[in-house]
């Protein structure tokens, strides 16, 4: 029998995407990943110390500066997963944003090398009052250049983790439709594994640049400091682009932000109707959701009920052509979608705080290392900024032992494939996170202390001597619940979204980090307008401040977080989906493979 010209093509295209996700796209994902997160830990990891001592701004501006640098480089992922799910697709996202942010490093860079981009330097023999601050226009460069890192991270941030999932995605869909239902659930395993992976990964690149960079920033100059990340993002660009035949490329379902807008206004449009008992009377179109339900439709759930009027078919809401006037009319899918957005909402809102406790560990706690003994032998000093090392060793550790040890105990006991639940690892996380500012508070009265003994409280440039080391406990926790709290974040956001919202998934979950460093800024200008005049707990002088009370502010600011994680978790209703099989039958199951309440997958 001949063979048609269109069966050759289809042949050819299935060979095609056999060819394509899976494994094998790793190195490049990854590769690029690393040499991106290499980029971004060098380049803001020290970034304190260039600000304060380079540019000779104060303390507490530098800080409210790096902090309101990190929130917008964690809000500008929403401009960029608004572009990835609407127009742009994740791959062409991810190319923009790392373009820009090559820009900025090079700006930086400038700036780093031109003498007329910086300050003089302070003359030897005077006091730090005479050192002179940085011009506005000097400012200028420097807010330019982090103005197209943050507009990089935009691009960057939401997709990458979502692209990489994306490769195992489609996998676990086809196995699904040829009723593998052993091979289904091992893809999904191998999609657990990549968010641990990620995290891992990333992990492994800021340690680089926490000892590599930092060192030669401290040691050779900010030159060659901010010139090694910018090789590093050229670097990331090439390898990630040399993947491109290899990887899934899913198409961008439209915005998802009009879907959501459409269904609000059609259901405030009808807000008088009455809401049908029986859900099957609601609006229903398989080929107008096609493109944004490739895995499956979402099903009907109770809860939100207002917004099921958007999906209540009136005069009028359909033309005579068959199309619907979306502003009028939403289907069961997309007012499903908006109700899963808006019920992950409060859990997600939980990882706001966690950002902001750790927000400072960049800022104050690198001032505090540079007033303690950091001498490992007589000639040979830690960079202050690299003590952050131990937070990235410490994740890396839990991360491993997590995968290996903790997972494979745990499932004796629950019998779940992941051990235990991303809403118990979440919780887990951030009740860890309580001892890490603890441990904070405690060690920095026991440093205070020593500088009263030593009568060095009027000497902030002395060194007090107490080991640099008595910080470690506090940054090891930390690391540890981001190895629980972060992923588990990524994970939970990234299964309970809609499917065609991913990017916008994982750029909720940097938005948090961004809300979570403003709200550090006015926690920072909140606490140091209060203690003003009678005790200030911020200063220059950290000798004479009181960093301690700060940290037991946000240390009782996170036991009330945990508590309100636990309330939102109790009510929280997982979203059920559709999955339609080849010979259009069609079943209802959960979209996540862990239970919420009951049986062995509950939080307690």
């Known amino acids: 029998m001949a063979i048609t010209t269109a069966e050759r093509d289809g042949v050819g295209e299935e060979q095609k995407k056999r060819k394509q996700g899976g494994f094998r796209t790793m190195p490049f994902i990854l590769a690029n990943e690393i040499c991106d997160r290499f980029a971004t830990a060098g380049f803001g990891a020290n970034l304190i110390t260039y600000l304060t001592q380079q540019l000779h701004l104060p303390l507490v501006e530098a800080s409210n500066t790096l902090t309101n640098f990190n929130g917008t480089s964690s809000l500008t992922p929403i401009l960029g997963a608004l572009a990835a799910d609407a127009f742009a697709g994740r791959f062409w996202t991810i190319i923009a944003g790392s373009v820009f942010y090559q820009l900025g490093m090079l700006a930086l860079v400038a700036s780093a090398l031109l003498p007329s981009l910086r300050p003089a330097p302070c003359a030897p023999t005077h006091g730090a009052a005479s050192c002179r601050r940085a011009t506005g226009w000097q400012l200028a460069v420097l807010y330019l250049a982090l103005l197209c890192t943050s507009l990089g991270s935009g691009g960057i941030r939401p997709c990458v983790v979502a692209f990489g999932a994306d490769q195992f995605d489609d996998q676990q869909q086809k196995q699904r439709q040829k009723g593998g239902g052993g091979a289904a659930a091992a893809a999904a395993g191998r999609k657990r594994s990549y968010f641990n992976l990620y995290f891992f990964m990333m992990g492994l690149a800021v340690l680089l640049a926490l000892t590599v960079v930092v060192y030669i920033q401290e040691n050779v100059g900010w030159g060659w400091g901010f010139g090694i990340p910018a090789i ?133 706690t690198i001032q505090q290392a540079r007033t303690m003994d950091r001498h490992l032998t007589p000639r040979f000093e830690i960079p202050p900024a690299t003590m952050s090392i131990f937070t990235t060793v410490a994740m890396l550790a839990g991360l491993a032992l997590y995968d290996r040890a903790f997972v494979p105990l745990a499932r004796r006991v629950t019998g779940l494939p992941s051990g235990i639940t991303y809403f118990q690892r979440m919780a887990i996380g951030l009740g860890i996170s309580i001892l890490g500012i603890a441990s904070a508070a405690l060690v920095e009265v026991r440093r205070r202390g020593a500088a009263a003994d030593h009568g060095l409280l009027d000497s902030p440039a002395a060194v007090v001597p107490i080991s640099v080391f008595w910080l470690v406990p506090q940054y090891a926790v930390h690391g540890v619940a981001e190895a629980f709290s972060s992923v588990a974040h990524m994970e939970f956001l990234y299964d309970q979204a809609p499917e065609s919202m991913r990017s916008s998934a994982a750029a909720l979950f940097w938005l948090s980090s961004s809300l979570g460093n403003y709200m550090g800024t006015v926690l920072v200008t909140a606490v140091q307008r209060a203690t003003r005049g009678g005790g200030e707990w911020l200063q220059d002088n950290i000798n ?22 636990l309330v939102c978790f109790h009510f929280y209703t997982m979203k059920p989906l559709e999955v339609a099989e080849e010979d259009d039958d069609e079943e209802e199951c959960e979209l996540s493979s862990v239970h919420k309440n009951g049986g062995p997958g509950g939080l307690v």
């Not at 959501?260 to 009455?274: D, E, H, N, P, T």
């Not at 705080?353 to 104050?364: C, E, I, K, Q, V």
């Not at 037991?552 to 945990?562: A, D, P, Q, S």
């Open 232 to 364: 590093a993002m050229f670097v990331s660009i090439v390898v990630f682009v040399a993947g491109y035949p290899l990887y899934v490329r899913l198409k961008p379902g439209g915005s998802p932000f009009t879907r959501l807008a459409q269904v609000v206004a059609a259901a405030f449009r009808k807000r008088r109707a009455a809401v049908p008992e029986d859900p099957g009377m609601l609006y229903q179109d398989k080929e107008l959701d096609a493109l944004i339900s490739t895995n499956g439709r979402l099903l009907h759930t109770n809860q939100l009920t207002f917004f099921d009027r958007a999906a209540i078919v009136t005069p009028g809401d359909i033309a005579g052509s068959g199309e619907p006037d979306l502003w009028r009319l939403s289907t069961v899918h997309r007012v499903e979608e908006l109700k899963s957005i808006v019920r992950l909402l409060p859990i997600w809102s939980a990882g706001i705080l966690l950002a902001t406790a750790a927000s400072h560990n960049g800022t104050f």
């Open 544 to 565: 004479r401040g009181r960093l301690d009370c700060y940290y037991w502010l946000v240390t009782t600011l996170m036991v009330l977080n945990l508590g309100y994680y």
